[in-house]
């Protein structure tokens, strides 16, 4: 069982759509990621959010929107998407930004684009 | 720039066989370094860690010692099981809890 919690597991989205991955967590931590993890490949980052702000933008493009409406809870929101955003989306989070901190990971939500 | 170099895989071992993964790494500073596993249809899960050096993490039969010496942090355990099958992460972090991941190395345990 993992502590952070992602919703849906998958999801099917054409490319017109206009859905949201949901994340939460109940750790009390400070610190959110979004990565994007393809077939055989290590995760890669996103997103970082510390305390409910947005730190980090791996220059993802802007068809993907993240949102952290408070502490336990992070949005992805995803509109016009394409073929390869087909992937595993993961969220994770730490106690903070503190080095040294191990990143706890949900199971994903597996996304596809027709 | 930080990096984190792991061996290639697939590893395919028999049950009860002794698993080393290396893993080597670049960065500036004094990172922490990370194994974490991910089995088929699941997120990553944290193994083990530490955070300087001569540190040696153990989980599950699982260890590693962060020699800065040899910039490495090998993950090795004496007898795999068939439950080891999965993928394995070398990781680090930098400077704000960012983390540099290897590209993972599959195992598979067969009895």
């Known amino acids: 069982d993992t502590e952070v919690t992602q919703t849906p597991k998958h999801l099917v989205m054409g490319m017109t759509n206009k859905k949201s991955l949901k994340c939460e967590q109940h750790m009390g931590h400070r610190a959110m990621y979004w990565y994007k993890q393809k077939a055989k490949k290590p995760p890669e980052l996103m997103f970082v959010y510390s305390y409910e702000k947005l730190s980090i933008n791996e220059s993802v493009p802007s068809r993907f929107s993240p949102e952290c409406p408070n502490s336990s809870l992070l949005n992805l929101h995803l509109h016009a998407l394409q073929p390869e955003d087909s992937a595993l989306y993961l969220c994770?989070?730490?106690?903070?930004?503190?080095?040294?901190?191990?990143?706890?990971f949900g199971d994903g939500t597996r996304l596809s684009i027709l | 720039g930080d990096s984190v170099t792991q061996m290639e895989g697939p590893v395919t071992l028999s049950e009860e066989a002794f698993l080393t993964i290396n893993c080597t790494y670049t960065a500036t500073g004094y990172p922490s370094l990370f194994w974490y596993v991910q089995y088929p249809g699941e997120g990553l899960q944290l193994l083990l860690k530490?955070?300087?050096?001569?540190d040696k993490g153990s989980n599950k039969g699982f260890e590693a010692t962060y020699r800065k010496e040899t910039t490495s942090f090998h993950l090795e355990k004496g007898s795999v099981q068939v439950s080891d099958s999965a993928v394995y992460f070398c990781?680090?972090?930098?400077?704000?809890?960012?983390?540099?991941f290897g590209t993972g190395t599959s195992l598979t345990v067969i009895p």
């Open positions: 990781a680090l972090d930098t400077t704000g809890n960012q983390f540099y």
């Open positions: 994770a989070s730490s106690r903070d930004r503190q080095g040294g901190q191990p990143q706890h």
């Open positions: 530490a955070t300087k050096a001569d």
